[in-house]
């Protein structure tokens, strides 16, 4: 089995590196041959996301910006995938909610396999990412440079090379931590620092860190969409059909399920309270030991990937929600957009002590180190009728919406953007 499950994976590994390379070969063809128009056939600024999360994945910081975007610019959203993790099953293709509009185009071409392991694959790859961002924009009919907006620093040195009107980046993680990264890394993106026209941060961690390196660095924590959560307060919800047969209190949690979580904790609460559902929501990107351990037991869930549409349906259901992360260095730089979406429904939060979970929401979440304390913690929640807090962190998502915190960015980068307008009209 095993044997034939490798065979399986070496096929399908050169089938998708043959395509990579076909696509790319007709991607420069048509590079050579097509025709920048003389003038745009779009009034709108075409904006590039490049990011490191699919559009149709876990909808969070990238594609919640992307859409507020496309309201009044030409947005494509550029997520390459990996010969590599296609050939495994881990790269899903791309789709766009026909409720957003035309306004967000997607570019999702197929890269080569083993970049960390040879430079020249590195090389190759950021010059594929290159051609296929510029034929995307000019099949759309984009005369002028784009605004890039990076979210993946190893995509940075494209800028050598690359027309842009502005450089945007918009810093989400500490990047160098994870353990896939580039040995290259913090070179790269100290280098986007410097160069960016605009830096945003999604965490006060981050923005403190970055500012060594860049000009300037607007905070800008993540919303909320209210009014799509607050509805899992309201009763009648629908039950997810995952849930139907549950009874008890239900513990629970969405998001990746990756070893950012403290399935050691998990597993103790699940060991202690078999009373208890324990549901962990999203796509499972581990197979640790750890994980292992959790996932066998009887009232430990793991759904899977759940629509976006389909949250407040979960969160209905959901006694606790849960930030059961481990501290670590990725994790000591996060503001987790789920925080809000959680108050916005009602729901009490028991999280470790996330740094800017700690700044932004004591006294509203509980907060408590992992193991027998963090159970305790959900123990109380469960067992506490205070609404003081419940209601504080109800105001606080009300106060806290997308369409604000993107109107706020958009202030801080579109007196650059008139400038260059002006530039290029000269």
């Not at 056939?41 to 919640?64: E, N, Y």
Request: aromatic share 12%.
């Amino acid at each position: 089995m095993r044997i034939k499950k490798a065979l399986t994976y070496v096929f399908r590994l050169g089938y998708f590196t043959c395509s990579a390379l076909a696509r790319t070969a007709v991607t420069w063809i048509r590079l050579a041959t097509v025709k920048k128009p003389q003038t745009a056939t779009t009034g709108r600024t075409a904006v590039v996301f490049i990011s490191t999360h699919p559009f149709a994945g876990l909808w969070q910081r990238p594609q919640q910006i992307a859409v507020r975007l496309a309201r009044d610019y030409d947005v494509l959203y550029f997520w390459p995938r990996y010969a590599s993790d296609i050939a495994k099953g881990k790269a899903p293709s791309q789709t766009v909610p026909a409720q957003e509009g035309l306004s967000v185009h997607l570019s999702s071409p197929i890269l080569l396999p083993f970049e960390r392991a040879f430079r020249p694959v590195y090389k190759a790859n950021l010059a594929i990412a290159k051609a296929r961002m510029e034929l995307a924009l000019a099949k759309l009919g984009f005369r002028d440079p784009p605004v890039l907006w990076f979210y993946a620093p190893r995509f940075s040195p494209v800028l050598k090379k690359m027309e842009r009107r502005l450089v945007v980046y918009d810093v989400m993680d500490e990047h160098s931590a994870f353990s896939f990264a580039r040995p290259e890394t913090k070179r790269l993106e100290k280098r986007l620092l410097e160069t960016a026209d605009v830096v945003f941060a999604g965490t006060s961690t981050l923005a403190e860190r970055k500012r060594e390196f860049a000009k300037e660095v607007f905070y800008h924590p993540c919303g909320v969409e209210f009014e799509h959560f607050a509805a899992a307060a309201r009763p009648g919800l629908e039950v997810p059909s995952a849930l139907a047969n549950v009874r008890g209190p239900i513990i629970g949690y969405f998001g990746a399920v990756d070893d950012r979580i403290d399935f050691a904790t998990i597993r103790l609460a699940a060991d202690e309270h078999p009373d208890w559902t324990i549901v962990l929501a999203g796509p499972v990107l581990t197979q640790s030991e750890s994980f292992k351990q959790a996932a066998a037991h009887d009232n430990v869930l793991f759904p899977g990937l759940v629509a976006y549409s389909d949250l407040p349906h979960y969160l209905a259901r959901f006694d606790v929600a849960l930030l059961p992360f481990v501290l670590s260095e990725i994790t000591l730089h996060i503001h987790p957009t789920k925080a809000l979406e959680y108050l916005a429904s009602k729901t009490p939060v028991v999280s470790t002590p996330i740094p800017d979970v700690v700044k932004f929401y004591e006294g509203i979440v509980r907060i408590s180190e992992a193991g027998a304390s963090f159970v305790n913690a959900i123990e109380d929640a469960l067992g506490d009728e205070s609404e003081s807090a419940i209601e504080r962190g109800f105001a606080m998502a009300k106060a806290s919406s997308w369409d604000r915190m993107v109107q706020e960015m958009r202030s801080e980068f579109e007196g650059l953007l008139l400038a260059s307008n002006e530039e290029l009209q000269e």
